[in-house]
């Protein structure tokens, strides 16, 4: 290609709607145009969830690592709509679906969570994602959502 | 894979997304016309065939894949031309 090496910055609160305290991508790595996009988040123990999950052992829950996967996800859905010209936006995405999601690893208090995400089938505004996410470059989970939209509120 | 184990299987995938039967799910019922069917159920129907039948199915594809008796149609001629 002939813009190798061009990577745009991706500023995460600029594509996405959640905040504190739901906000689960701190930082998106330089995005080279297509349909993958890898962005970082540092779990950490001063986060609510560990309030009560668990209190004598913290541990990352599950719910939320799809969670973290599903605002990268979301951060490329909304790329890609806006390098294709489709981005409406009286539309909002919302997860259809997860399919096939596995933990291989418990995520702790001090991990970074590195998730690769990929677009690989799209039907009108819906979008199935694929992904893995990384801990120190070992798989920690992997699976797929399926996103639609609803009409935004 | 036999015509009949193809759509045994299909049928079994749509039970799952419908909460049916497998016995009771019509063959040749069209799918938009089944409770909860939208869209974006469509896409994950296309997902667990994939899934089921190892086969990359392009969305394309969808619109010819209406019932359980086309979406099998559709399944042997992509895993014969495989």
């Known amino acids: ?153 | 894979m036999e015509a009949i184990e193809i759509k045994l299987k299909i049928k079994g995938i749509v039970a799952g997304m419908f909460d049916l039967q497998t016995d009771n799910i019509p063959e040749t019922k069209p799918f938009p016309e089944m409770a909860k069917y939208d869209s974006m159920r469509a896409l994950e129907f296309l997902a667990k065939l994939e899934n089921e039948f190892g086969v990359l199915i392009d969305p394309d594809l969808l619109q010819k894949m209406a019932t359980v008796e086309s979406a099998s149609q559709v399944i042997s001629e992509l895993l014969h031309v495989k």
């Open chain 1, 1 to 153: 290609m002939s813009n190798e090496g061009l990577k745009e910055e991706i500023q995460v609160l600029d594509y996405l709607k959640q905040r504190f305290p739901f906000l689960m991508v701190d930082k998106v790595l330089p995005w080279e145009k297509g349909n993958f996009l890898k962005a970082i988040k540092n779990v950490s123990i001063n986060e609510p969830q560990f309030q009560g999950h668990f209190p004598s052992f913290p541990i990352f829950p599950g719910v939320l690592t799809i969670e973290c996967f599903a605002q990268t996800a979301a951060i490329l859905v909304h790329l890609t709509e806006k390098a294709e010209g489709t981005m409406r936006e009286d539309l909002f995405d919302v997860i259809g679906s997860v399919l096939d999601f596995r933990f291989l690893k418990p995520l702790f208090p001090g991990d970074c969570l590195e998730t690769h995400v990929t677009i690989t089938k799209t039907s009108g505004v819906n979008r199935i994602v694929e992904g893995k996410c990384y801990v120190a470059g070992e798989e920690v989970a992997s699976g797929k959502l399926l996103f639609g939209k609803i009409k935004a509120p």
